[in-house]
């Protein structure tokens, strides 16, 4: 029986009662807390599963990018592996003549060894005599090697012929392995055999058992294998037995008096007892070989062993570090976290209100508010665990599937699947904390509300704090003074990330004193807008939380957009073209370019051909002879530059003396500009005879230019050659000679971009000053991009002609940046209809008895329709706005970071190199991004929040209002 002293049926009466730790009871009600929360979680299976894909999300973006990057990251040991194979060094030529090297471990830095005032050499150097630099003889006694040379060679293709790299190397050695990867038929072992890559192979039309011949050798290659090279996937090369093919192609290219080809000196995989040690490596270096020793660069001397460190003419680089992509990775990181924790709120904040009858009742029979906030937290913690698990192995699964297509982007196959379990249980243990902290002030709301009222399903009242909006203000103020001061004074992208995080938080206490704000706009709206503002506005505490986690989304995405948009900018403006794009363009720097009309027939059968423009050389003297020529009898003209417009940054002693104000006006400065581009068609100096057609070839739109032209003046594309309105040349009639003279011809300057043509003139104009115009090449428009078998076909074609001939077509700047912002701009849509999704969810909790009154009075159906859409854009649309204001600060301050350190890299290099100044640092802002945020998305949440919400009509009684 029970009684009333121990309370415990069939206890004798005053037994003592066993009393149970205190950390017992709470962990009982904590286990009951979960099962309470895991059967509300099924039962409300579609809300679950909503904040579960949000938990879940981030959480499968973090570990797949975790383990991408952690797998595409080789070892010093597979990096090693991928360039010598097996073997335990390479020796290859330093390309510095027969003199001494100095060479850092890792072959990241080269250079002649030191040599004093005297002309000798320091003794550390330790010369060997020697008359030509031979990587053989530095192969130790004893050790075995094999051979590796390369050679850029014409391959006839299936279309007609690719400058390809050709390759002697015996893949199949065992000193070879590693460095290819066959993925198809076997590797060479006829003389008369071939591999090829997999790029290759596609490009050319090709396959495995194909034959492929060199244009000019009779000799013809069967392809028996197919490979990559596994850190450049994307390279066209083709791989024979030593000896098979580049002495026969030299030789046949060399009888017909063409050029031999690019040829790049032999290097040899060596394989000695004991590894190749730094001792080894310096004596090699004396004799004028660099090595690439395994044994080296696994385990490297100390700095005083190495004597380019102790070279005074060595400046030995900073470790680099991209402190802009970690800063922005962090803050990423950050706001996602707060964007989660903003978005699952008020999902949980929509489970609290549904169930509030439900805790009303645990409170009724006695459950304190304590039992009440474990209930929500424990809805927090099962939906967070499950996120965490889901999300970790869905990364797993993405990267296994993607893992092709992820190599093939990089251009590098991974070194293996590599998972690093402390950082993935990192991502899976903040999934937990999101869903913890994401639930804590629902939990807090849910625990503070009254029985009766959670009983009776009356809602009750809270007065706003006036506190959080001072705070907010505060923190967006000094937020903003954090950002600016670490743009412009410390130059740290830490602060800017620190202080734009500290203004987000600042805006997120704002927010309902700004949705406030907008409800004041409602006197303008129709009756169903506002409405739904209007109820906005009056339940700030769902809708606030909503629109903070849309601004949070819309904030990172613009500054993520605008600081990608500037940096593809950057890279767009640091590509120099040689033309306008889709310009193919053909110089004969041969002498008289007496070949020109066939190669024009050439390009004109292949290529769509729109115009063509006929280009010149000027030529002094009576000889004329090849471009580049400084034969005796052979003249130059070159353009005289002004002394007055020289850039003042050509001392580096005064460099270093100038004040950064100082320096930022130099890189502002049009002296110092200068102009890095080269013309697609070898110019001598910049100097080019033409007329109009070559304005036109080269997009110059400029009238003046034209103008210039037909009165018999020089277009200056270049400013700094213009003297009072005219163009200075000297003329030597005789190289071999130093008499010469300078001639003056009236110019017009242009602004428009010549893309290395730096002085345009008109044959008439050439030959009053006495010069002759000897054709150079062509350039032809075309109305579309010619194709890579065109391409091909043209290349063919020409070296048929037997012409020394260069092709050069320009395809323009190439960016996948695009992709990017369209991707991020996606993103943010979904995020912000998701966010916005919840909140209307929410307001449908709240408005349920407003719905049932409506109905009642006979308001059409669509009514609960529209209102409901009409919340979520409204929601939609505060959001945005907010974010896109947001997102410029950060984006602003890193690019005025990242100027700072451009100004300082461009300061020691104008100390190094005395010369132009160059700094670009653009800022962009992504309007179409913007636009699609700031249009797109608010209307696409009211649409598809109008869709889901049931129309019908559901009466019910009012007294539960």
């Keep these: 029986m029970t009684t009333p002293e121990n309370g415990r049926a069939g206890a004798p009466a005053g037994s003592a009662r066993p009393r149970r730790s205190p950390g017992a009871g709470r962990f009982h009600s904590w286990r009951v807390a979960v099962r309470i929360a895991r059967r509300d979680a099924w039962?409300?299976?579609?809300?679950?599963?909503?904040?579960?894909?949000?938990?879940?999300?981030?959480?499968?973006?973090?570990?797949?990018?975790?383990?991408?990057?952690?797998?595409?990251?080789?070892?010093?040991?597979?990096?090693?592996?991928?360039?010598?194979?097996?073997?335990?060094?390479?020796?290859?030529?330093?390309?510095?003549?027969?003199?001494?090297?100095?060479?850092?471990?890792?072959?990241?830095?080269?250079?002649?060894?030191?040599?004093?005032?005297?002309?000798?050499?320091?003794?550390?150097?330790?010369?060997?005599?020697?008359?030509?630099?031979?990587?053989k003889a530095a192969v130790p006694a004893g050790a075995r090697f094999i051979t590796d040379r390369t050679v850029r060679a014409g391959m006839l293709t299936k279309s007609g012929m690719a400058d390809t790299e050709v390759r002697e190397l015996n893949a199949s050695d065992p000193l070879a392995a590693g460095i290819t990867d066959l993925t198809r038929g076997r590797y060479a072992t006829a003389p008369d055999e071939m591999i090829a890559t997999n790029a290759f192979l596609e490009h050319s039309g090709l396959h495995v058992g194909s034959a492929v011949r060199a244009f000019g050798l009779d000799r013809a290659y069967r392809i028996v294998g197919a490979y990559d090279l596994p850190s450049r996937?994307?390279?066209?090369?083709?791989?024979?037995?030593?000896?098979?093919?580049?002495?026969?192609?030299?030789?046949?290219?060399?009888?017909?008096?063409?050029?031999?080809?690019?040829?790049?000196?032999?290097?040899?995989?060596?394989?000695?007892?004991?590894?190749?040690?730094?001792?080894?490596?310096?004596s090699a270096n004396a004799r004028g070989v660099v090595v690439h020793s395994r044994t080296v660069m696994l385990r490297p001397p100390a700095d005083s062993e190495v004597p380019l460190y102790r070279n005074p003419d060595f400046h030995r680089p900073p470790p680099s570090a991209d402190h802009a992509a970690l800063t922005a990775g962090a803050t990423i990181g950050g706001m996602a976290l707060l964007e989660v924790c903003l978005l699952a709120g008020p999902a949980f904040a929509v489970g609290a209100r549904r169930s509030r009858r439900h805790l009303?009742?645990?409170?009724?029979?006695?459950?304190?508010?304590?039992?009440?906030?474990?209930?929500?937290?424990?809805?927090?913690?099962?939906?967070?665990?499950?996120?965490a698990v889901t999300g970790t192995v869905l990364g797993l699964v993405l990267t296994l599937v993607l893992r092709t297509r992820l190599e093939e982007y990089a251009g590098s196959r991974f070194g293996g699947i590599v998972l690093r379990p402390a950082e993935l249980l990192g991502a899976a243990g903040l999934a937990v904390l999101t869903g913890l902290i994401a639930a804590i002030v629902p939990a807090v709301n849910a625990s503070r509300q009254n029985v009766l009222s959670a009983l009776t399903g009356r809602r009750g009242t809270r007065k706003a704090t006036r506190l959080l909006p001072v705070a907010g203000i505060v923190a967006v103020c000094l937020g903003a003074v954090i950002a600016v001061h670490g743009s412009v004074r410390s130059g740290s992208a830490y602060v800017v990330a620190g202080g734009s995080a500290i203004a987000e938080l600042g805006l997120v206490a704002l927010t309902p004193l700004i949705v406030g704000g907008f409800g004041r706009l409602g006197r303008w709206l129709a009756l169903a807008p506002r409405l739904a503002l209007r109820d906005a506005v009056r339940h700030r505490g769902r809708t606030a939380p909503a629109v903070a986690a849309v601004m949070a989304a819309v904030a990172g995405t613009v500054a993520i957009a605008t600081y990608s948009a500037s940096r593809h900018q950057q890279d767009q403006d640091a590509y120099i073209p040689r033309a306008p794009r889709g310009v193919l363009a053909i110089s004969l720097p041969s002498r008289e370019g007496r070949d020109l009309a066939a190669v024009r027939d050439s390009v004109e059968g292949v290529v769509p051909v729109r115009e063509q423009a006929e280009v010149f050389r000027p030529s002094a003297g009576d000889r004329i002879c090849d471009a580049y020529t400084s034969q005796p009898g052979c003249g130059s003209v070159e353009p005289v530059r002004p002394a007055a417009n020289d850039c003042p940054a050509t001392d580096p002693d005064a460099v270093r003396e100038f004040s950064p104000s100082r320096f930022q006006a130099l890189a502002n400065d049009w002296r110092c500009k200068g102009d890095p581009a080269t013309s697609a068609i070898v110019v001598e100096q910049g100097l080019v005879i033409g007329g109009p057609k070559v304005l036109q070839a080269l997009g110059v739109k400029d009238p003046a230019a034209r103008q210039a032209l037909d009165h018999g003046k020089a277009v200056l594309f270049d400013r700094s050659l213009n003297s009072h309105g005219s163009l200075e040349l000297r003329v030597t009639p005789d190289q071999s000679k130093t008499a010469n003279t300078v001639k003056k011809l009236p110019a017009q300057v242009s602004s428009a971009r010549a893309y290395g043509v730096k002085v345009l003139m008109s044959e008439r104009a050439a030959e009053s000053l006495g010069l002759k115009a000897v054709p150079l090449g062509a350039y032809f428009t075309t109305s579309r991009m010619p194709s890579a078998a065109e391409q091909q076909e043209l290349k063919h074609d020409v070296t048929k002609l037997g012409i020394d001939a260069h092709v050069y077509l320009e395809r323009g700047y190439t960016s996948r940046n695009s992709l990017i912002q369209a991707a991020l701009a996606v993103f943010a849509g979904l995020v912000t209809i998701g966010a916005a999704g919840v909140?209307?969810?929410?307001?449908?909790?709240?408005?349920?008895?407003?719905?049932?009154?409506?109905?009642?009075?006979?308001?059409?159906?669509?009514?609960?329709?529209?209102?409901?859409?009409?919340?979520?854009?409204?929601?939609?649309?505060?959001?945005?706005?907010?974010g896109t204001a947001a997102g410029i600060l950060p984006a602003v301050a890193l690019r005025r970071v990242d100027r700072q350190q451009a100004l300082a890299i461009a300061r020691q290099a104008a100390i190094d190199s005395p010369g132009a100044v160059h700094v670009n640092v653009p800022v962009v802002v992504p309007w179409m991004t913007l636009g699609m945020l700031l249009v797109l998305v608010p209307l696409g949440a009211t649409l598809l929040a109008a869709l889901i919400t049931r129309s019908h009509r559901t009466l019910g009684r009012r007294a539960e209002a």
Excluded at 52 to 73: F, K
Excluded at 241 to 268: C, K, M, N, V
Excluded at 360 to 387: K, M, P, T, W, Y
Aim: with cysteine; glycine share 10%.
């Design 233 to 282: 996937l994307g390279t066209d090369q083709l791989d024979a037995l030593p000896g098979a093919f580049i002495d026969r192609y030299r030789a046949a290219r060399e009888a017909t008096g063409s050029d031999s080809g690019d040829t790049r000196q032999t290097s040899y995989l060596v394989k000695v007892a004991g590894g190749f040690t730094w001792d080894m490596v310096r």
């Design 360 to 387: 009303g009742l645990v409170a009724a029979n006695g459950g304190d508010r304590r039992h009440i906030r474990a209930i929500v937290l424990s809805g927090g913690l099962v939906i967070g665990s499950v996120a």
């Design 839 to 882: 909140a209307t969810g929410l307001a449908q909790a709240d408005a349920e008895a407003d719905l049932r009154t409506l109905a009642a009075v006979g308001a059409p159906s669509r009514i609960r329709r529209t209102l409901s859409g009409l919340q979520c854009g409204a929601i939609a649309v505060m959001g945005v706005l907010l």
């Design 43 to 135: 039962r409300a299976r579609g809300r679950s599963l909503m904040v579960l894909a949000m938990i879940a999300v981030p959480v499968v973006g973090v570990s797949a990018a975790d383990v991408t990057i952690r797998s595409s990251q080789l070892t010093r040991q597979q990096t090693i592996t991928r360039d010598i194979g097996a073997a335990d060094a390479r020796l290859e030529d330093g390309e510095q003549g027969p003199q001494a090297l100095q060479q850092s471990p890792q072959v990241d830095a080269i250079m002649p060894a030191r040599r004093t005032d005297t002309g000798t050499v320091p003794a550390d150097s330790r010369v060997v005599a020697v008359q030509d630099v031979d990587p």
